[in-house]
Nanobody, 119 residues
Framework: QVQLVESGGGLVQAGGSLRLSCAAS????????MGWYRQAPGNQREWVAE???????NYADSVKGRFTISRDIPKNTVYLQMNSLKPDDTAVYYC?????????????WGQGTQVTVSS
């Protein structure tokens, strides 16, 4: 089972930026879709962004144009660059690795990293 470790969360003012990192335990990017999800208090976990095996990217409408997902293959690391942050972006952010044959929301998960955006 792949292990994922997130880092980079913190407290930032509205309009600021953060970059999250997700380090994977092995060279898996050629076989899985890597994604970021988030869960705010009282809400269900929601999909934020993903990067496919071929490097294609997809984003939730709520973050499109503000967030960028990328990867460093030699480092087995996926990033989420978050710009123009809003208080509504406050959540625990989770890294995910899933088979391309599975639907979103399943697979391996990291422990999460807290992002808090103050107004």
């Amino acid at each position: 089972q792949v292990q994922l470790v997130e880092s980079g969360g913190g407290l930032v003012q509205a309009g600021g930026s953060l970059r999250l990192s997700c380090a994977a335990s092995g060279s898996i990017f050629n076989s899985v879709i890597m994604g970021w999800y988030r869960q705010a208090p009282g809400n269900q976990r929601e999909w934020v962004a993903e990067i496919t095996r071929g490097g294609g990217t997809n984003y939730a409408d709520s973050v499109k144009g503000r967030f960028t997902i990328s990867r460093d293959i030699p480092k087995n690391t996926v990033y989420l660059q978050m710009n123009s942050l809003k208080p509504d972006d406050t959540a625990v952010y989770y890294c995910n690795a899933r088979s391309p044959f599975d639907q979103r929301g399943v697979g391996a998960w990291g422990q999460g990293t807290q992002v808090t955006v103050s107004s």
